[in-house]
């Protein structure tokens, strides 16, 4: 600190940071019970609040072909009964001790997880045993889950984003396990039965499978024990994971999707990138900060802030088990539909370009991934979520301690050419969702070859 | 709970809470104005929403964008506006907390001098597609209308600072004092009073492009922290929030005509508002789903709830807070409840006391203020249906007018 009393603070320029504490992620312990299920624990003293989170490595990409939306409807069936307690009976049984419980479903994973107060750890452990190990499936609640899913596919019509999200995805990865959002389509929902869910169930959703995550006031061993008691009965490995499919070949460099009347444009940029465990990881994590991984990202700049096309503008690598998706994300103003595609390729170019990525962008990217890294592990469902990185992908235990250094260990050269190496400009996919009639005569000028028209019900 | 903190009061007016929590090396500055909407006029609205804007586009000594060196720093940052205040927050790496103070400072005592034409027309213009606030308000006003609303309300006097995290609280409050006690204090803002009250059922009715058609039944309900306001937050969550609740059940559980529903009583500094949403299952009317919401209410009102309902009711939000209260800034967490309560009530650790609110209710204190609050022919019931279908809306609304 550079104040004195007495003295006005010097306005005249920004102060410098002090020197960085340390953070350190707090040590994991793990054990693996008789059935396979690992048990993993973080333990935070005084903190009244605990989390458990369970994690099946087993994700919407496991869905059979034809009934896609499976996984998650079997994710979402789960907390529909179990033993003596119904539907709401669950729902009852964990608001009497006050417990938030939540389900995610992506391509590689499902995560159940409940957090409540650390008094009631073991009962709030116990429902989440009886909710993932235990689960009722019976076919009248079957019926009633899937319509409710099969109402919010309707209304997701309605929202061109979402038309955007699941058209994209289809468009690079076709019929791959990636090549659909995880909610599934109006025809695969109802070629599903409850028998389908229960097999699902049966098959993928194993301890074998599965992490047991706890994160709160609790001491290792109490863990282990409540688990094993939880989980009791509950057997059997799940099958490998799906190796890598055979991706399609180059898709249509540009599709249309028509929306008639809508005032902007939901655009979708991209290509299949690289998986999780790319040597890259780290330099394209930090090179994307500058691409549009951030505010001051050059393309929220461009679109943003230069030409006031969109509220906002970004791009990300969805880092899976398998290659993911990499995409810029953006929804601009419908007379900006063909300038925005063609700045938002320039700067993608323009990266392996006339541009590549320069010391001070990469700093800034850097400092922002790097130096606020601490606040990612405050609370518990935070840790927990952290923790389940690690075992959803097998990373190494020091994998946040090193993040840091890594992070900073990534030069300008070494950004551009992992960016270089998994982004190809030649291969991007360019999607509109939008009022086609008002751009479509200009669309030619883009050079992107004859567009591709999907209506917004496809698939 | 247990929040330790402690406030100072510098000589300017301006509040100082600061809490110390060493866990992650972090801290978190949270800055409250006392100005939100409420505070605006009619053919003068969306300023104090405009500043949310304006107060990152930069000050008199670092007139840049303010993302950038924050950021750069490792911070993450953001602000908000609601009827009553308007927050802004960042949270840093520890050894970043001056970079924070020195920056909102420069925003609270030199955001003028920095304020010209070009900046204000920039953000004027991209209003066009913000919501808040009259489009043609915003048109209208100059650029000396706005910094007459700085000049009022944007003082220490009319705010509450707040810190929280990896913090010395000596070092924390000296380096508060001093980038914020030489700012000039305005004159004390007058609060606002008003009346909301309703003596009709109005019944308005909006087509747009959606699938399913939505129905909002919204009542005037008591301010925040007055006699009645913890019942409603009790009450409206047992009418519809989450599986176990009433109007779950029914509409979609068993009688599968909605594909949810949820409500809320939000509590504002003036006067709440309940309101019940739900969204028609493919198929069905409005009308259909107003009718079992209607009968739940009375059924609440008229049976009360179950000793089980407030039972889970009062743990429910017993565990709300301490989720709340694990993370030491953003919006929700800890600095920002603290400024929260510190501008509400005058007490940053009215914790106990809120939570008190919830212990106390009763079935017989929600049945009564149920029955005088949430009255059928007091309440405006907005039908939003698919473009051409305005056969789905409650029978006798009238189309709504929107700019």
């Known amino acids: 600190m550079t104040l004195q009393a007495g003295v006005p603070v010097d306005r005249s320029r920004l102060p410098e940071p002090g020197p960085a504490r340390l953070f350190r992620f707090p040590p994991i312990e793990r054990s693996v019970l008789d059935s396979g299920l690992s048990v993993w624990s973080v333990t935070r003293p005084r903190s009244p609040v605990v989390t458990f989170l369970l994690l099946v490595r087993c994700g919407s990409a496991a869905d059979p072909p034809g009934l896609e939306g499976l996984a998650a409807t079997t994710a979402d069936m789960l907390d529909e009964g179990s033993g003596a307690l119904s539907a709401i009976g669950i729902h009852e049984a964990l608001a009497r001790i006050g417990a938030q419980f939540d389900t995610d479903i992506g391509s590689d994973a499902i995560a159940a997880s409940v957090t409540s107060l650390g008094r009631v750890a073991d009962r709030s452990l116990g429902l989440l045993a009886d909710i993932v190990a235990r689960p009722a499936l019976a076919d009248a609640d079957f019926a009633r889950v899937r319509e409710l899913r099969q109402h919010r596919l309707t209304q997701l019509r309605g929202n061109p984003g979402a038309v955007a999200d699941r058209l994209f995805l289809r468009t690079l990865y076709g019929a791959h396990p990636y090549g659909h959002a995880p909610g599934g389509g109006e025809a695969s929902l109802a070629a599903m039965t409850g028998d389908d869910v229960r097999r699902f169930h049966a098959r993928q959703i194993r301890p074998g499978a599965s992490t047991l995550i706890a994160v709160g006031d609790c001491a290792h061993d109490r863990i282990v024990a409540l688990a094993r008691a939880a989980f009791a009965g509950w057997d059997g490995a799940a099958p490998d994971p799906a190796g890598p499919d055979a991706l399609p070949p180059q898709p249509a460099r540009l599709t249309i999707v028509p929306r008639a009347g809508a005032p902007q444009s939901e655009l979708r940029i991209g290509e299949v990138g690289p998986p999780r465990d790319t040597p890259d990881y780290h330099a394209l994590v930090a090179a994307n900060m500058v691409l549009g991984g951030q505010f001051v990202s050059r393309v929220n700049l461009n679109l943003r802030e230069r030409h006031g096309f969109t509220y906002g503008a970004r791009t990300a690598f969805d880092f899976r088990r398998l290659p993911g998706p990499f995409s810029l994300q953006v929804s601009v103003q419908t007379d900006a539909t063909i300038a925005a595609i063609r700045e938002a390729l320039g700067e993608i170019a323009d990266v392996r370009g006339p541009r590549p990525i320069g010391p001070a962008e990469l700093a800034l990217g850097v400092a922002a991934l790097t130096r606020g890294y601490a606040r990612n592990f405050e609370a518990a469902e935070q840790i927990a979520r952290a923790a389940m990185q690690l075992a959803l992908f097998r990373l190494p235990d020091d994998y946040f301690e090193q993040f840091v250094p890594r992070i900073e260990q990534v030069t300008p050269e070494i950004a551009t050419a992992a960016m270089a190496r998994h982004v190809d400009p030649a291969r991007l996919s360019t999607l509109v969702v939008g009022d086609a009639d008002r751009f479509h005569d200009a669309l030619p000028s883009l050079d992107l070859g004859p567009a591709v028209v999907l209506p917004p019900d496809s698939f | ?403």
């Not at chain 2, 009619?42 to 060196?69: C, I, K, N, V, W």
């Not at chain 2, 911070?75 to 609601?82: I, M, P, R, Y």
């Not at chain 2, 700085?150 to 006097?157: A, G, N, S, V």
């Not at chain 2, 705010?159 to 070092?171: F, H, K, N, T, Y």
Request: aromatic letters at 10%; a negative charge; proline letters at 6%.
């Open chain 2, 1 to 403: 709970m247990n929040l330790p903190f402690t406030r100072h009061t510098l000589a300017n007016g301006l509040d100082v809470i600061v809490h110390e929590d060493h866990a992650c090396p972090i801290a978190a500055v949270n800055l409250w104005y006392h100005v939100g909407s409420k505070n605006e006029t009619p053919g003068r609205t969306g300023f104090a929403h405009l500043f949310e804007h304006l107060m990152f586009e930069g000050s008199q000594h670092y007139d840049h964008g303010y993302f950038q060196p924050l950021q750069g720093a490792g911070a993450t940052l953001n602000g908000s506006t609601n009827a009553d205040r308007t927050n802004y927050w960042e949270v840093v790496p520890a050894n970043a907390l001056e970079l924070a103070l020195w920056m909102e400072s420069d925003r609270m005592g030199f955001l003028l001098p920095a304020l010209t034409e070009a900046k204000f027309e920039n953000q004027r213009a991209v209003y066009h597609w913000v919501t808040i606030g009259e489009p043609a308000d915003l048109e209208a006003a100059r650029l000396d209308d706005v910094q007459a609303f700085f000049q009022r309300y944007y003082h220490p006097r009319n705010a509450s600072l707040s810190l929280a995290g990896d913090v010395d609280p000596d070092a924390a409050l000296a380096l508060a004092r001093a980038y914020f006690e030489p700012i000039v204090p305005g004159e004390p803002v007058d609060p606002v009073t008003a009346e909301a009250s309703l003596g009709r059922e109005v019944r308005v009715l909006l087509e747009d492009r959606i699938e399913l058609p939505r129905l909002y039944l919204c009542w005037h309900t008591p301010a925040m922290f007055a006699p009645g306001d913890a019942d409603l937050d009790l009450a409206a969550d047992f009418l519809a929030n989450g599986k176990t609740s009433r109007l779950y059940r029914r509409l979609v559980f068993e009688e599968r005509i909605a594909a949810d529903v949820s409500a809320s009583q939000n509590s504002r500094e003036l006067a709440g508002f309940l309101q019940v949403t739900a969204t028609a299952a493919p198929g069905h009317t409005l009308a259909e789903l107003e009718r079992v919401i209607g009968e739940e209410i009375e059924r609440l009102a008229d049976g009360g709830p179950t000793a089980d309902e407030i039972e889970r009711g009062r743990i429910t939000a017993e565990a709300q807070f301490a989720f709340r209260l694990q993370t030491v800034g953003g919006f929700g967490g800890k600095s920002d409840q603290l400024n929260a309560y510190n501008v509400f009530t005058g007490n940053p650790g009215y914790f106990d006391k809120d939570l008190e609110r919830y212990r106390g209710v009763t079935p017989s204190s929600l049945s009564d203020v149920m029955r005088r609050h949430l009255l059928t022919d007091r309440r405006v019931a907005l039908s939003i249906v698919p473009a051409g279908r305005t056969d789905l809306a409650l029978p006798g609304s009238i189309p709504a007018v929107v700019s």
